[in-house]
């Protein structure tokens, strides 16, 4: 947790500093872009049979998921399926 000297001197900053800030963030966007979409009704509901518990039993996140089947997705076509 930050400490209340750090946080005041971190805003200050902040403050001073909005093109910083704003060139960093377009450079991370850039680098990391975030993708939106909205899967069909038939894709959501196979999905949701195709989600895993993690290790604490909780189901894993919509991320998560489509991450994993896009990477076995990416495997199989490296295998020539």
């Known amino acids: 947790m930050m400490s209340d000297k750090y946080r005041v001197a971190k805003n200050n ?4 500093n909005p093109d910083k800030i704003k060139e960093s963030k377009a450079k991370y966007d850039k ?11 038939e894709l959501r509901e196979w999905l949701e049979k195709e989600r895993w518990d993690d290790s604490d039993g909780l189901p894993e996140t919509n991320a998560a998921l489509v991450i994993r089947k896009l990477e076995k997705l990416m495997d199989l076509e490296y295998q020539g399926y």
Do not use: A
């Open 31 to 41: 680098d990391n872009p975030v993708w939106g979409f909205r899967p069909t009704p």
């Open 13 to 16: 900053w902040d403050k001073n």
